[in-house]
Structure formats: structure tokens, C-alpha cells
Nanobody
Framework: VQLQASGGGLMQAGGSLRLSCAAS????????MGWFRQAPGKEREFVAG????????YYADSVKDRFTISRDNAKNTVSLQMNSLKPEDTAVYYC????????????????WGQGTQVTVSS
């Protein structure tokens, strides 16, 4: 599968953005999907993950109750709705996939899309 992320941009604190990731291939529903982010000078952070059939999700404590991950297997897309944005959410966001993987296991994600920049101003 190949991944293409979009939807980043510049937003004021308190605002919302929605990131989308389009996947190629016919076996999208067999991949656990996730979103990661990396801010300048910081390690990559696992933000959210979702199971194959959307029955289970994972969120980092830093985004819990503000971000929502979802997927549409019919459209081969995964999205990240980001609400109540904070300046510390500024980062490059990446979508990622793992074949038949465990959605909450960050180390299992082996397929990466290009990043999309999210900048939150105070």
C-alpha cells in the first residue's frame, strides 16, 4: 500500500483541522492505520491508531479527547480530526500502516506516507 497525506496548514490555537490519508491498493482493510507526528528537535510521537475495522482506537495522552481517528475502508482513507488545537501540536504529521498489525503498537508501523505540516499559532 502507498499512502498520501493531506490537509495540513496554519491554524490559530483553539481551531480545528482535519488530516486525510489516501491509500492505494486493494487490501487497505487488512492494515492497522496510525498517525504520527514529529516536531523540530523532538522524537517522533505516535498520536493515534485504529484497528482494521475501526472497532478499536488508540490515542496518546497529549491528544486524547481532542483528536479523533477514523477510517473508511470503502474509500481507502484514514482521517485525523484535530480539535482544540494547541501550539504544541505544531509538527509534521505522518500517516502510517502495518499489515495485519496491532493498531496500538507504534513499532509495528512500517509503511509511511509523506508528511503534512501542521502549524498552530498562539
Amino acid at each position: 500500500v502507498q499512502l498520501q497525506a493531506s490537509g495540513g496548514g496554519l491554524m490559530q490555537a483553539g481551531g480545528s483541522l482535519r488530516l486525510s490519508c489516501a491509500a492505494s491498493g486493494r487490501t487497505f482493510s487488512s492494515y492497522a492505520m496510525g498517525w504520527f507526528r514529529q516536531a523540530p528537535g523532538k522524537e517522533r510521537e505516535f498520536v493515534a491508531g485504529i484497528s482494521w475495522r475501526s472497532t478499536s482506537t488508540y490515542y496518546a495522552d497529549s491528544v486524547k479527547d481532542r483528536f479523533t481517528i477514523s477510517r473508511d475502508n470503502a474509500k481507502n482513507t484514514v482521517s485525523l480530526q484535530m480539535n482544540s488545537l494547541k501550539p504544541e501540536d505544531t509538527a509534521v504529521y505522518y500517516c502510517a500502516a502495518q499489515w495485519l498489525g496491532t493498531y496500538y503498537y507504534a513499532g509495528g508501523y512500517t509503511i509511511w506516507g509523506q508528511g503534512t505540516q501542521v502549524t498552530v499559532s498562539s
